[in-house]
């Protein structure tokens, strides 16, 4: 296995993405049986056209293994400020036994420093914590969420 890390366009990715966002979804998703899993790539086209969208993958031998999926812009209580805000990362679980989601998150670090980006913002499913990972690269834990089903 020698997972290469890369920035690709959205749109060149959304045809293969589908296999792995369903299993991201079925490993991590909450309340899955009132809300169904349905990306609206237009939208996702509409960003990356604005210069917001980012992709990075993660491939073995050309097979999409993994992703970080995050919108680039300045956050409105900071203007000033270019910030990466992290939408969605899937590691296949068949890739997890290594170092891959270290590197994946090291490479990410590294192209956002090249665009300006001064804070990378990401979460995790307390269900599916991660903090492991994120103390390990010397991030800190900011924020606690909570959601409710109300639908």
């Not at 049986?33 to 990075?56: M, Q």
Request: proline share 3%; hydrophobic share 40%.
């Amino acid at each position: 296995m020698a997972v290469i890390f890369a920035v690709e366009s959205g749109r060149s990715i959304m045809p293969e993405i589908d296999t792995l966002t369903k299993l991201h979804w079925e490993e991590i998703a909450l309340d899955k049986d009132k809300i169904e899993l349905a990306p609206d790539f237009e939208k996702y086209a509409i960003l990356e056209d604005k210069g917001v969208l980012h992709v990075i993958t993660a491939r073995d031998g050309g097979k999409l293994v993994g992703y970080h999926i995050s919108f680039i812009q300045p956050h409105l209580h900071y203007r000033n400020d270019l910030m990466c805000f992290t939408d969605i990362y899937f590691i296949h679980p068949d890739y997890r036994d290594g170092l891959v989601g270290l590197q994946l998150f090291r490479f990410i670090e590294s192209e956002m420093k090249k665009l300006g980006v001064c804070k990378l913002i990401a979460g995790c499913k307390d269900h599916r914590n991660l903090a492991t990972l994120f103390k390990r690269l010397g991030w800190t834990l900011t924020d606690h969420m909570y959601a409710k089903y109300i639908g």
